[in-house]
Nanobody
Framework: QVQVVESGGGLVQAGGSLRLSCAASGRTFGNNGMGWFRQAPGKEREFVAAISRSGGSTYYADSVIGRFTISRDNAKNTVYLQMNSAKPEDTAVYYC?????????????????WGRGTQVTVSS
């Protein structure tokens, strides 16, 4: 089992920055690829970014390429999502998840352990 807890959400103006953190505990953190997903009101949960267990591979949704950066610190059992140049359409609840495998997956069904989410609101 892996437990994940997100933090760092809040209100930011368009063009601003925010850093989300995801603290993981339980099974050896370094074995899991990790991902960030988001869900806006009335929409399905969607992939945002993923990172492999070593941090050597990352993937991003087209909508965040060049603006968001995912990283991890295995010594601290923590994954980060740096959000820059935020847009109102980034407003959503952001979820961190631990993957079933060690690679960076973009597929929601390959993530078994989810946090409760943190709200990000970008004002125009």
């Amino acid at each position: 089992q892996v437990q994940v807890v997100e933090s760092g959400g809040g209100l930011v103006q368009a063009g601003g920055s925010l850093r989300l953190s995801c603290a993981a505990s339980g099974r050896t953190f370094g074995n899991n690829g990790m991902g960030w997903f988001r869900q806006a009101p009335g929409k399905e949960r969607e992939f945002v970014a993923a990172i492999s267990r070593s941090g050597g591979s990352t993937y991003y949704a087209d909508s965040v390429i060049g603006r968001f950066t995912i990283s991890r610190d295995n010594a601290k059992n923590t994954v980060y999502l740096q959000m820059n140049s935020a847009k109102p359409e980034d407003t959503a609840v952001y979820y961190c998840a631990a993957g079933r495998f060690g690679y960076a997956s973009t597929k929601i069904y390959e993530y078994d352990y989810w946090g409760r989410g943190t709200q990000v609101t970008v004002s125009s």
